[in-house]
């Protein structure tokens, strides 16, 4: 007893004093159906390849790839995302793989939905930078330059073979200006009104993409810094987040996700559509390099990140994760 009495009468230790009672009031908790799987498929290759940068993320072949979306279905994963690494071969200045019906990402997209049909939400990723010979996520005009209105023309194609090849979700992640509505446009004339739209609306120019370019087999010249947003700010989220909204996004994205927590919980209070994170490559290989190295616990560290994302608004989290933490979640 204190010389005070009962002081102090308020204790919030009481409601951390075991694992069961903080299990009980805790305030954010994650599930299985918050998560999506990236993914990666590769059209040059008969064996899976684990990228460097990224210990335990593998390049699939088609074949490993329905048997990647099939555990993450049995693990209660809500979706994979999927990215294609054609050829350097075929790799154009205008990204033509992109748009080609037998392009590796359109046969992985028919693979996998074949394969788990309804039972995972089967996305895609709508850009030009996996497919072009400049690695930029848009059409150059002569002198270098993103050309905006060209590459809109072809999102649009993109956007249909993707619905046609059974993409339940595009992710245009180009940050052109009038992508989204564009898109909306596109599967509303080609009869794929039921397709939706997760528009990539906050996506910074980062630092923690480096492991991704290694993923995809990036041949990227320069830099994203013209489209991509600047690191420095916060109003132009919002910005581009009402006009994805008017332009008929049915969910929105932040990517980064942890080095932009702060606008990752301004977009989820602005919004009135489901709003997703991107824990993205750099973020992911933090953790497992420096859990390699003893100086974290990887599991806990995983948790730990990945509650700080839905805390801060997510209700769909892109993580590398997904399938191992749904299992765990259970």
Same mark, same amino acid.
């Given at each position: 007893?204190?010389?005070?009495?009962?002081?102090?009468?308020?204790?919030?230790?009481?409601?951390?004093?075991?694992?069961?009672?903080?299990?009980?009031?805790?305030?954010?908790?994650?599930?299985?159906?918050?998560?999506?799987?990236?993914?990666?498929?590769?059209?040059?290759?008969?064996?899976?390849?684990?990228?460097?940068?990224?210990?335990?993320?593998?390049?699939?072949?088609?074949?490993?790839?329905?048997? $990647?979306? +099939?555990? !993450?279905?049995?693990? /209660?994963? *809500? #979706?994979? &995302?999927?990215?294609? =690494?054609?050829?350097?071969?075929?790799?154009?200045?205008?990204?033509?793989?992109?748009?080609?019906?037998?392009?590796?990402?359109?046969?992985?997209?028919?693979?996998?939905?074949?394969?788990?049909?309804?039972?995972?939400?089967?996305?895609?990723?709508?850009?030009?930078?996996?497919?072009?010979?400049?690695?930029?996520?848009?059409?150059?005009?002569?002198?270098?330059?993103?050309?905006?209105?060209?590459?809109?023309?072809?999102?649009?194609?993109?956007?249909?073979?993707? $619905?046609? +090849?059974? !993409?339940?979700?595009? /992710?245009? *992640? #180009?940050? &052109?200006?009038?992508? =989204?509505?564009?898109?909306?446009?596109?599967?509303?004339?080609?009869?794929?009104?039921?397709?939706?739209?997760?528009?990539?609306?906050?996506?910074?120019?980062?630092?923690?993409?480096?492991?991704?370019?290694?993923?995809?087999?990036?041949?990227?010249?320069?830099?994203?810094?013209?489209?991509?947003?600047?690191?420095?700010?916060?109003?132009?989220?919002?910005?581009?987040?009402?006009?994805?909204?008017?332009?008929?996004?049915?969910?929105?994205?932040?990517?980064?996700?942890?080095?932009?927590?702060?606008?990752?919980?301004?977009?989820?209070?602005?919004?009135?559509?489901? =709003?997703?994170?991107?824990?993205?490559?750099?973020?992911?290989?933090?953790?497992?390099?420096?859990?390699?190295?003893?100086?974290?616990?990887?599991?806990?560290?995983?948790?730990?990140?990945?509650?700080?994302?839905?805390?801060?608004?997510?209700?769909?989290?892109?993580?590398?994760?997904?399938?191992?933490?749904?299992?765990?979640?259970?």
């Amino acid at each position: 007893m204190s010389a005070y009495g009962s002081f102090p009468g308020s204790r919030p230790r009481r409601l951390r004093s075991s694992a069961v009672m903080r299990r009980m009031v805790a305030e954010t908790r994650l599930h299985p159906a918050d998560l999506v799987l990236p993914a990666f498929v590769r059209e040059d290759i008969s064996e899976p390849v684990e990228i460097g940068s990224m210990p335990g993320v593998y390049q699939h072949t088609r074949d490993t790839l329905r048997k $990647a979306a +099939a555990e !993450a279905v049995a693990a /209660g994963v *809500s #979706g994979i &995302m999927l990215f294609g =690494v054609p050829e350097d071969a075929k790799k154009d200045a205008v990204g033509s793989a992109g748009t080609d019906p037998d392009g590796i990402l359109q046969l992985a997209l028919r693979d996998v939905r074949s394969e788990v049909g309804d039972d995972l939400l089967v996305m895609s990723d709508l850009c030009l930078d996996e497919f072009t010979d400049h690695g930029h996520c848009g059409v150059l005009t002569a002198d270098g330059r993103i050309d905006n209105d060209a590459t809109l023309e072809r999102y649009a194609e993109m956007a249909q073979v993707q $619905a046609d +090849a059974g !993409a339940h979700v595009v /992710g245009p *992640s #180009g940050m &052109m200006d009038g992508q =989204v509505g564009v898109i909306r446009d596109a599967l509303d004339q080609t009869g794929h009104e039921d397709v939706a739209i997760l528009a990539y609306t906050v996506k910074y120019a980062s630092a923690f993409y480096g492991p991704f370019r290694e993923a995809v087999g990036s041949s990227l010249q320069g830099d994203r810094k013209t489209y991509q947003q600047d690191a420095a700010g916060a109003r132009d989220a919002l910005r581009e987040l009402a006009l994805d909204l008017q332009e008929g996004a049915d969910m929105v994205m932040v990517k980064p996700a942890g080095p932009y927590l702060d606008i990752l919980s301004k977009v989820a209070e602005a919004s009135d559509v489901p =709003v997703a994170a991107y824990q993205i490559s750099g973020e992911y290989s933090m953790i497992e390099a420096a859990a390699q190295r003893g100086w974290i616990d990887r599991d806990a560290a995983i948790l730990e990140s990945l509650t700080g994302i839905k805390r801060a608004g997510a209700q769909v989290i892109l993580t590398y994760w997904a399938t191992e933490v749904a299992r765990k979640l259970g």
